[in-house]
Each structure stands twice: as structure tokens, then as C-alpha cells.
């Protein structure tokens, strides 16, 4: 099993991990050199050299803590994208407002234009007088884009 958390770590951090967990492995797993009476009980001599599962547990706490920043930095971009989307939606809501009233406006005035024509073709048709006046200030509000539409303005 540590073969293959070495392996995983060694991969993830091929300079930092193999190094340390060689030195580690020569340290503790060595036969103690000629000369020298060594147990294998942990000694205070020792003592400032990590235990091997140590650098293990600091290199997955290592592994997991890049794991969470790049998520975070996941989530940070997935939500720069959603305001970016929002943004977006709403200039198209405020879009599509804009060209709603300008085709209500455009069919009011064809409205006011047919009206104007079909008065105009009755009482020709007819041989009716009609107020010429009356026509002409009708037709200068048609072309002028006040006629049907309550004169707003637009």
C-alpha cells in the first residue's frame, strides 16, 4: 500500500515526495551500520526526522488542499460566467422590450394607415365629399409617427 501512495504522490510531486521518502525509508528501514547498537524502538536521536507516515498524511493533506483550490477557483470562474450569463439575459429582456413596443408601434400606425386608406377609398367610392383638411392633418400624423400610438413620443 505504500508503494502505491508513494507512486501517487511521486506522481503529483515528483520533486518533493521520492526524495524525502527515500531518505525516510533509508533512515528507518536500513539495518543499523557495523558498529553501532541500534533497536529498532523509535530513539530520541531520531527524533527530528518525520515519521514516513507523516510525510505521507502532509503529502495528502497537500493533495487535497489542491484538489479544494481547484475547485474553488472552479466554482470562482462558474460563478463569474452566471453573473456574465445574467448580465447577458437581462440586455436581451430589456431587447426584446424594446423591439415588443417598437412592433406595437409599427402596427398601430399601418392600423391608422389602412383606416386613413379605407376612409379615403369609401368616400371616393362613394362620391362623397370629404373634410380635404381633415385627410391631410391625418396623413401629416400618420407620416410624422404620432398617430396611433397615444403620442408618447417614440
Do not use: Q, Y
Request: glycine share 4%; aromatic share 4%; proline share 4%.
Amino acid at each position: 500500500m505504500s508503494d502505491m501512495i508513494l507512486c501517487k504522490l511521486t506522481n503529483l510531486f515528483p520533486d518533493e515526495v521520492a526524495p524525502r521518502w527515500m531518505e525516510l525509508e533509508i533512515l528507518f528501514l536500513s539495518p543499523p551500520k557495523s558498529g553501532t547498537k541500534r533497536n529498532w524502538a523509535p530513539s530520541t536521536t531520531v527524533s527530528t526526522v518525520k515519521d514516513p507516515l507523516d510525510a505521507v498524511d502532509a503529502a495528502i493533506v497537500r493533495v487535497v488542499e489542491a484538489e479544494l483550490t481547484k475547485e474553488r477557483e472552479k466554482t470562482r470562474l462558474m460563478e463569474e460566467s452566471l453573473r456574465a450569463d445574467r448580465a447577458a439575459l437581462e440586455a436581451k429582456e430589456r431587447e426584446r422590450t424594446m423591439l415588443v413596443r417598437e412592433k406595437d408601434r409599427m402596427v398601430a400606425t399601418k392600423e391608422a394607415g389602412d383606416k386613413l386608406v379605407a376612409v379615403f377609398l369609401e368616400a371616393d367610392g362613394n362620391n362623397e365629399n370629404f373634410d380635404e383638411k381633415a385627410m391631410m392633418a391625418a396623413i401629416v400624423a400618420l407620416l410624422s409617427h404620432d398617430g396611433g400610438d397615444d403620442g408618447d413620443g417614440e
